[in-house]
């Protein structure tokens, strides 16, 4: 029986370093070389995530935003961008102004990258988090855009793929959740930014999502089992296309609860290790 095996990147496959061991690195690619199904599943876009991912040997298409983008890492190619319509961005949009908060849009370009737009940066956590992204993005990057724009003129000239609202205010994330649900078309949930400590509102079309991504590649493979690997809430609609989701032992506690099976944390290798000793399932 084949196993389709995907995981996430940040706190599941990497450890607090964002990095992989050299030892694991290697059994990772043995594994791939001899015939392991593997793919990553990440919120990184592309462009953030490539060199991370440069030193394993995919051969399967990645998982970009959460599921929005996929990307064909042998062939440097996009397969699909599930693009939000401009209606529901102009809603969207409209929910964000009522309470004042910065949002951040993505844009897909034709490579694969992505370009960041914002307005609104006015409270400080607003302003470290783009100053901060900005700086990641010289970091692990040759592709520099995070700019500054009406995000009214950005939604009249471009597609929108991906959205994340920076809150820390209880009510005014209740308030934008509530109201996000009468939106048709998207999908959307919350994200705990750990390094920033605040929480992110990620909102993306209904037709992608990490699920959607692993039912393409489950597709893709004709694998008959998938095994799936996480460790925040951006991770648990892996669960609904996986026959086991496993949760690494450093999630957050309340990911535990939809664990079939919670294996050791990031920084013990945890991930690799499953697979290795059970490339059999």
């Known amino acids: 029986m084949s196993t389709l095996y995907v995981t996430d990147l940040d706190g599941t496959l990497l450890n607090n370093e964002a990095t992989i061991e050299r030892e694991d690195l290697q059994t990772l690619n043995t594994l791939i070389k001899n015939g392991t199904l593997f793919s990553v599943a990440t919120g990184r876009s592309y462009t953030t995530a490539k060199k991370i991912?440069?030193?394993?040997?995919?051969?399967?298409?990645?998982l970009f935003l959460n599921g929005v983008h996929v990307f064909d890492m042998q062939r440097g190619r996009t397969l699909y961008t599930k693009n939000m319509g401009s209606l529901s961005v102009e809603k969207i949009l409209a929910v964000f102004r009522k309470v004042d908060i910065c949002s951040i849009f993505y844009v897909m370009m034709p490579n694969g990258n992505v370009t960041l737009y914002y307005d609104n940066a006015k409270t400080e956590m607003a302003k470290r988090?783009?100053?901060?992204?900005?700086?990641?993005l010289q970091e692990v990057s040759d592709y520099e855009a995070i700019l500054e724009k009406p995000l009214e003129e950005v939604i009249s000239k471009h597609q929108i793929c991906f959205i994340?609202?920076?809150?820390?205010?209880?009510?005014?994330?209740?308030?934008?959740?509530?109201?996000?649900?009468?939106?048709?078309?998207?999908s959307y949930h919350l994200y705990e930014e750990r390094t920033h400590g605040f929480l992110s509102i990620e909102v993306f079309s209904k037709e992608g999502g990490k699920d959607k991504g692993i039912s393409f590649l489950k597709e893709y493979t004709r694998a008959e089992n998938v095994i799936s690997f996480g460790d925040n809430l951006n991770d648990i609609s892996m669960k609904e296309q996986?026959?086991?989701?496993?949760?690494?032992?450093?999630?957050?506690?309340?990911?535990?609860?939809?664990?079939?099976?919670?294996?050791?944390?990031?920084?013990?290798?945890?991930?690799?290790?499953?697979?290795?000793?059970n490339t059999h399932i």
């Not at 988090?129 to 990641?136: E, L, P, V």
């Not at 920076?166 to 998207?186: P, Q, T, V």
């Open 242 to 277: 996986s026959n086991l989701f496993c949760v690494v032992e450093n999630a957050l506690p309340e990911m535990k609860a939809y664990a079939d099976y919670i294996i050791p944390s990031n920084n013990e290798s945890g991930v690799i290790s499953f697979i290795h000793n």
């Open 129 to 136: 988090f783009i100053a901060s992204r900005a700086n990641f």
């Open 53 to 62: 991912l440069e030193p394993i040997h995919l051969t399967l298409p990645a």
């Open 164 to 186: 994340i609202a920076l809150e820390k205010d209880e009510k005014k994330i209740a308030f934008i959740m509530h109201a996000l649900s009468f939106i048709d078309g998207i």
